[in-house]
């Protein structure tokens, strides 16, 4: 890994980004550079404003003042139904605790991210499968979320997450709720995604799957950046 792999290209650029809710500062001036192809994990104490650096970068909230331009897309100048559309076409998303609708089957949790951007249903099947072929899943297609283990349910929301070939992948704590072993194996998951070009930003607050993951750690404290180095994949 060098430092100028993902040729210099920009996929995520935060400049100058402010956070209030109501008296409180979440994120303090924020200014940062993704490039494609990196992995880039995300580190600090609780409260530092992790998350709420997450939610920027997935138009999930707006900056109370600076700008966010992700896949050459400047977020402050798109409307509601835009921020929707954007969230839905360039961005995927995973969480700590998975965030699968309980009435669906994997297959159909994974699928319904395609049919929301206009997709056909027996497009998005077809895509959904491939995706859990990938991921090692298939078995588990017709399988609801209550019954499957936590490292099935996360890797289908990874599956989720990449149906729509997200410019950048996001993840919240994504291990957090794991066993070692699971957790290993979402760290391995991404870590591969990462490997065959999916840029990734990692929020966490395991050391070791930073180090797994990550070719650049980011260190947030009292909502600014506080330090920044590339790292030395382990795996
Ligand atoms: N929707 C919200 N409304 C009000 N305050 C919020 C909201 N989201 C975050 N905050 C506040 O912003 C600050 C940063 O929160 P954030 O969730 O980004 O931290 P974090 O680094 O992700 O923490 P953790 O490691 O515990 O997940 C905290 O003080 C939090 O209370
Ligand atoms: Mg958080």
Redesign the pocket.
């Known amino acids: 890994m060098t430092d100028d792999e993902g040729n210099g290209q920009a996929v995520v650029q935060l400049s100058g980004v402010r956070?209030e809710?109501?008296e409180?500062v979440?994120?303090d001036g924020v200014s940062l550079e993704i490039h494609a192809g990196e992995a880039v994990a995300v580190m600090?104490?609780?409260?530092?404003?992790?998350?709420?650096?997450l939610?920027m970068v997935a138009g999930l909230?707006r900056p109370t003042s600076g700008s966010v331009v992700v896949h050459g897309e400047d977020l402050g100048t798109l409307n509601e139904k835009g921020l929707a559309l954007y969230r839905r076409r360039r961005i995927g998303m995973i969480f700590q605790f998975f965030n699968l609708l309980d009435d669906l089957s994997a297959l159909d949790n994974v699928a319904l991210a395609a049919q929301l951007t206009g997709t056909s249903a027996s497009h998005a099947r077809k895509r959904a499968l491939e995706l859990f072929e990938e991921l090692g899943i298939a078995s588990r297609q017709n399988t609801y979320p209550a019954q499957l283990s936590g490292g099935e349910r996360q890797r289908v929301a990874v599956a989720r997450a990449l149906m729509n070939r997200p410019a950048v992948l996001l993840a919240?704590?994504p291990t957090g709720a794991l066993d070692t072993r699971a957790g290993e194996q979402v760290m391995d998951l991404l870590l591969d995604l990462n490997q065959i070009g999916q840029t990734l930003l990692l929020?966490t607050?395991d050391q070791q799957l930073a180090t797994r993951c990550a070719s650049r750690l980011i260190e947030?404290v009292d909502?600014q950046v506080a330090r920044e180095r590339s790292l030395e994949r382990t795996a």
């Open positions: 956070k809710y109501g409180s979440a994120l600090g104490p609780s409260g530092s404003g992790k998350s709420t650096l939610s909230d919240d704590e929020v607050h947030v909502g």
